[in-house]
């Protein structure tokens, strides 16, 4: 294999309570994962040696760049445990994602190196082994392994299959950074919201616990909520900042799309199975 091009989709939490704290810290949490049609984009070609490198598409390489580093460190270290020939890799990131959304961008970057690498080098390891590795780089990895929608608990890491409907989204990011460590920590989250089963859970019947939070913290979050609830039924995904707003057709969100044109904004459609694991199976 020359080299290798996969995607790094986006997710959205459809819905998002906090049902518990853990004693390690943690809270239990329970959310539904859905994928949509919009992605970084990751190039993985091998190398002679088991030298790793990494270039992105504006020279610059921040933190959540260096996750698809520390993923494939990751990954090499297990191959060695396992006793396996180590290879290298050169890895190139395009990011279309923005930063700090609540759209998994650096989890899909890292998981999609995970996979990516995997299969470049020949599949040394399970899907279980990735799920593993994933989960010690981030809560949110391990569902971009998996692949598919699914009603999510624990710390997001316990995955049951599900199949909502895949309308277009208009998602918006207002010009904001969101300190998440200081959501957890407020005094308004909701953390003992009633368990739920993956039966029960509709977008009419739950909500985002972050999104009072959040809007009450920073206003400009509030305002854009407000005026995408013009259009159509919107939600705050993660602990923000990205807002999403569900529409039946493409033509009725890049409509609306173009009343938010100061702000970065993309439409796409929600996806059961993510883009990574459809392109995974064609090649």
């Known amino acids: ?24 810290g943690y809270h239990n949490l329970q959310t539904v994962f859905q994928f949509v049609d919009y992605a970084d984009t990751l190039i993985f070609a091998p190398r002679t040696d088991d030298q790793l490198t990494l270039t992105d598409s504006t020279s610059h390489i921040s933190a959540q760049q260096n996750l698809v580093l520390r993923a494939a460190q990751q990954l090499q270290s297990a191959i060695k445990r396992a006793q396996l020939p180590v290879r290298g890799a050169d890895i190139v990131l395009h990011k279309r994602l923005p930063q700090g959304a609540g759209l998994g961008g ?14 470049l080098w020949g599949a040394p390891l ?5 799920l593993e590795l994933g989960l010690k ?21 316990q995955f049951s299959d599900v199949e909502p409907a895949t309308p277009w989204y208009l998602v918006v990011k207002p010009n904001v950074a969101i300190a998440t460590p200081e959501l957890f920590a407020d005094p308004q989250l909701q953390r003992d919201c009633p368990p739920i089963t993956a039966n029960e859970w509709q977008f009419d019947n739950t909500t985002n ?56 904004s993309f439409v796409a459609q929600g996806q059961n199975r993510s883009s990574l694991i459809r392109t995974l199976t064609q090649t």
């Open 137 to 157: 780089l981030g809560a949110d990895v391990p569902i971009f392994i998996h692949g598919h929608a699914a009603f999510a608990e624990g710390i997001g890491e």
């Open 209 to 264: 616990v972050f999104e009072p939070v959040v809007c009450d913290r920073y206003p400009e979050v509030a305002k854009l909520r407000d005026r995408l609830l013009q259009y159509a039924p919107t939600r705050l995904t993660g602990s923000g900042a990205c807002l999403f707003a569900r529409f039946d057709t493409y033509d009725a969100a890049a409509s609306a799309q173009q009343q938010f044109s100061e702000l970065h």
């Open 106 to 119: 650096g989890s899909s970057d890292a998981a999609t190196t995970l996979v990516g690498l995997n299969k």
């Open 1 to 24: 294999m020359t080299q290798l091009e996969l995607p790094a989709p986006a997710k959205l939490n459809l819905f998002l309570h906090i049902v518990g704290r853990r004693d390690d």
């Open 126 to 130: 399970s899907q279980q082994q990735l």
